[in-house]
């Protein structure tokens, strides 16, 4: 043992009267008497404390969903079991873990580190040409790109061909569709959106000028949005007029003002009871366009969330933008790119808390004020923004064989797809809840098709499930994407985290059982809760998995 502070452990761990093994690479102990959660103390050995050589600060206490990691990690894994041999039957109650090696087995290469992403990092990627952001998503990926760049690269060292299967925002295959030819699939319709505006927009050929899409744009949007204005008046001036009231002069009179507004509201289902004649019009309006859905004007959001994420003026210039991309834009590429501009002006306009799961409650006056931070956002202008911004991103006139695909990963991965595919990079959810039912607001705003939704958050119907967030179902939905994989000997390389509806351990079982060489990266995230108050951020693992295909 060299270092002093190895030594120092060593000294520590003697003094404990533990049982100590040293390897070439590390000093393993089990602890004798170790303080258990519930604060008793126990007699080992239960726990094993580990220290790496070459490494700064190592190890801790083990818990059981680990071992598989370590057990390719440490060398001489095989000699450390049968010394432990009494340890490994021992179910392992322990809750600290911080394992930072760099350790190779003859079998696997793992390496495996565990990095926290901070602000620098998330300011280095804004500054980085091949990272563009769109929208507030949950699990989004943006900010472990670097660490998927360098998997993907490492698996696939020529380039090949990448299917992001459960692309989401798809700002994976952006930040990696100038080394790779990338496959962006995602159930939800608005995926394929953003796949055809922030990948596949480098095959059209005519470079797209900013200036020229906002001015051919802009007569239809004053068109759409004037009708709606001289249709609904009253109600647009009552909108604005709660819009004016400054932030803190807020009362709780205006909060229930406003909320009785918010009430007066015709709903698809509700009894509607109002007497007003504009919102009896708005009403006849949308079902009259449930079975005609390009209908002039465009009211579709003004209808489904007028004063539950937006305010009625917001509501009717995402319709006047949705009418004026229809009728001003021939080409797909043209329409995806004004398309991805406008669910960013959604994403960022809307009082939710980054997601359309529920609107707010106005149950006080700090909620009221938050809420109407975000009514006073001026859509036009956070679309243009960002319209500017995509235009400058995309490269055009490259001839690329890049894809966008829409459908359910089930399908895609028994057809002929797979056949030119290299790598499947799959990031599923990892929680119970469905994406459909949290994106269905934007859902509905690329399918623009007037349905018809349910309860209270306003929901699509036919709402995607996916079995990835249903505990009885996701371990046979991973089982069936790890099969596919081998079968088509692709690599696979998975992201998921330790809050997952399936443990760690058994994901790496099934790699292993279908022959795929394991290598695991660990990085400690803070993922947005998408709150506005309280905790805004949950510290959680984050694992990159990749399963390399075995040359045979
Ligand atoms: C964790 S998110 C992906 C996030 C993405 N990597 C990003 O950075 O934006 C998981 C995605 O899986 C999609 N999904 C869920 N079930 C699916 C299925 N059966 N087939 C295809 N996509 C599915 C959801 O729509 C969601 O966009």
């Given at each position: 043992m060299k270092s002093p502070e190895l030594q120092q452990l060593k000294e520590i761990i003697q003094k404990r009267k533990s049982e100590i093994l040293e390897l070439n690479d590390c000093v393993a102990a089990t602890l004798s008497s170790v303080n258990r959660s519930n604060g008793n103390k126990t007699n080992g050995?239960?726990?094993?404390?580990?220290?790496?050589?070459?490494?700064?600060?190592k190890c801790k206490y083990i818990k059981p969903q680990y071992k598989p990691f370590w057990e390719t990690k440490i060398q001489n894994y095989k000699r450390l079991k049968e010394l432990f041999a009494n340890w490994m039957m021992l179910e392992m109650k322990y809750t600290q873990l911080e394992f930072d090696f760099q350790i190779s087995t003859k079998e696997n290469t793992?390496?495996?580190?565990?990095?926290?992403?901070?602000?620098t990092r998330k300011k280095q990627l804004r500054q980085d040409a091949n990272y563009i952001h769109i929208m507030k998503y949950m699990g989004s990926k943006r900010e472990l790109l670097p660490d998927i760049k360098e998997f993907a690269k490492k698996l696939l060292p020529k380039g090949?061909?990448?299917?992001?299967?459960?692309?989401?925002?798809?700002?994976?295959?952006?930040?990696?569709?100038?080394?790779f030819t990338v496959y962006s699939n995602d159930i939800q319709a608005y995926s394929k959106v953003l796949a055809g505006a922030l990948i596949c927009s480098s095959n059209h050929k005519e470079p797209l000028i900013f200036g020229k899409m906002i001015s051919s744009l802009e007569k239809y949007y004053e068109k759409n949005l004037k009708t709606l204005e001289d249709l609904f008046p009253?109600?647009?001036?009552?909108?604005?007029?709660?819009?004016?009231?400054?932030?803190?002069?807020?009362?709780?009179?205006?909060?229930?003002?406003?909320?009785?507004f918010c009430e007066s509201f015709?709903?698809?289902?509700?009894?509607?009871?109002?007497?007003s004649k504009e919102l009896k019009q708005l009403k006849e309006e949308y079902f009259k366009r449930a079975s005609k859905n390009d209908l002039f004007p465009y009211i579709q959001t003004t209808f489904l969330f007028s004063e539950t994420y937006f305010?009625?003026?917001?509501?009717?210039?995402?319709?006047?933008?949705?009418?004026?991309?229809e009728q001003t834009f021939?080409?797909?590429t043209e329409k995806n790119i004004a398309l991805a501009a406008l669910m960013y002006a959604h994403s960022y306009c809307s009082s939710g808390t980054g997601h359309f799961a529920m609107f707010r409650d106005l149950k006080t006056i700090s909620s009221a004020q938050d809420v109407f931070i975000y009514r006073g956002k001026d859509v036009f202008e956070f679309f243009s923004n960002k319209l500017r911004e995509l235009v400058e991103f995309c490269d055009f006139n490259k001839k690329t064989k890049h894809q966008a695909i829409s459908s359910n990963y089930i399908d895609l991965i028994k057809s002929q797809t797979m056949d030119t595919v290299d790598l499947v990079y799959a990031d599923p959810p990892y929680s119970f809840v469905h994406y459909s039912r949290f994106y269905h607001a934007t859902e509905s705003l690329i399918r623009y098709d007037y349905n018809i939704p349910e309860h209270k958050g306003r929901y699509r119907t036919d709402r995607h499930q996916s079995p990835f967030c249903q505990k009885q179902n996701v371990e046979e939905a991973f089982k069936i994407l790890i099969e596919a994989c081998a079968r088509s000997s692709c690599h696979i390389l998975l992201s998921y985290a330790d809050t997952g509806m399936i443990n760690m351990e058994r994901i790496l079982e099934l790699l292993k059982q279908n022959k795929f060489s394991v290598s695991i990266k660990e990085i400690n995230y803070d993922h947005?809760?998408?709150?506005?108050?309280?905790?805004?951020?949950?510290?959680?693992?984050?694992?990159?998995?990749?399963?390399?295909?075995?040359?045979?």
């Amino acid at each position: 043992m060299k270092s002093p502070e190895l030594q120092q452990l060593k000294e520590i761990i003697q003094k404990r009267k533990s049982e100590i093994l040293e390897l070439n690479d590390c000093v393993a102990a089990t602890l004798s008497s170790v303080n258990r959660s519930n604060g008793n103390k126990t007699n080992g050995p239960y726990d094993v404390l580990i220290y790496s050589e070459n490494g700064k600060k190592k190890c801790k206490y083990i818990k059981p969903q680990y071992k598989p990691f370590w057990e390719t990690k440490i060398q001489n894994y095989k000699r450390l079991k049968e010394l432990f041999a009494n340890w490994m039957m021992l179910e392992m109650k322990y809750t600290q873990l911080e394992f930072d090696f760099q350790i190779s087995t003859k079998e696997n290469t793992m390496t495996t580190s565990t990095e926290t992403i901070n602000k620098t990092r998330k300011k280095q990627l804004r500054q980085d040409a091949n990272y563009i952001h769109i929208m507030k998503y949950m699990g989004s990926k943006r900010e472990l790109l670097p660490d998927i760049k360098e998997f993907a690269k490492k698996l696939l060292p020529k380039g090949g061909t990448i299917l992001d299967i459960f692309a989401g925002t798809c700002s994976v295959g952006a930040y990696l569709k100038n080394d790779f030819t990338v496959y962006s699939n995602d159930i939800q319709a608005y995926s394929k959106v953003l796949a055809g505006a922030l990948i596949c927009s480098s095959n059209h050929k005519e470079p797209l000028i900013f200036g020229k899409m906002i001015s051919s744009l802009e007569k239809y949007y004053e068109k759409n949005l004037k009708t709606l204005e001289d249709l609904f008046p009253i109600t647009l001036k009552t909108s604005n007029d709660f819009i004016k009231i400054k932030k803190d002069s807020w009362t709780n009179q205006q909060r229930k003002e406003y909320i009785s507004f918010c009430e007066s509201f015709p709903g698809p289902l509700n009894n509607f009871t109002s007497n007003s004649k504009e919102l009896k019009q708005l009403k006849e309006e949308y079902f009259k366009r449930a079975s005609k859905n390009d209908l002039f004007p465009y009211i579709q959001t003004t209808f489904l969330f007028s004063e539950t994420y937006f305010s009625f003026h917001q509501a009717m210039q995402l319709d006047s933008l949705r009418y004026a991309i229809e009728q001003t834009f021939k080409t797909e590429t043209e329409k995806n790119i004004a398309l991805a501009a406008l669910m960013y002006a959604h994403s960022y306009c809307s009082s939710g808390t980054g997601h359309f799961a529920m609107f707010r409650d106005l149950k006080t006056i700090s909620s009221a004020q938050d809420v109407f931070i975000y009514r006073g956002k001026d859509v036009f202008e956070f679309f243009s923004n960002k319209l500017r911004e995509l235009v400058e991103f995309c490269d055009f006139n490259k001839k690329t064989k890049h894809q966008a695909i829409s459908s359910n990963y089930i399908d895609l991965i028994k057809s002929q797809t797979m056949d030119t595919v290299d790598l499947v990079y799959a990031d599923p959810p990892y929680s119970f809840v469905h994406y459909s039912r949290f994106y269905h607001a934007t859902e509905s705003l690329i399918r623009y098709d007037y349905n018809i939704p349910e309860h209270k958050g306003r929901y699509r119907t036919d709402r995607h499930q996916s079995p990835f967030c249903q505990k009885q179902n996701v371990e046979e939905a991973f089982k069936i994407l790890i099969e596919a994989c081998a079968r088509s000997s692709c690599h696979i390389l998975l992201s998921y985290a330790d809050t997952g509806m399936i443990n760690m351990e058994r994901i790496l079982e099934l790699l292993k059982q279908n022959k795929f060489s394991v290598s695991i990266k660990e990085i400690n995230y803070d993922h947005s809760t998408m709150g506005r108050s309280g905790h805004k951020t949950n510290k959680i693992k984050e694992y990159l998995i990749a399963g390399k295909v075995r040359d045979n």
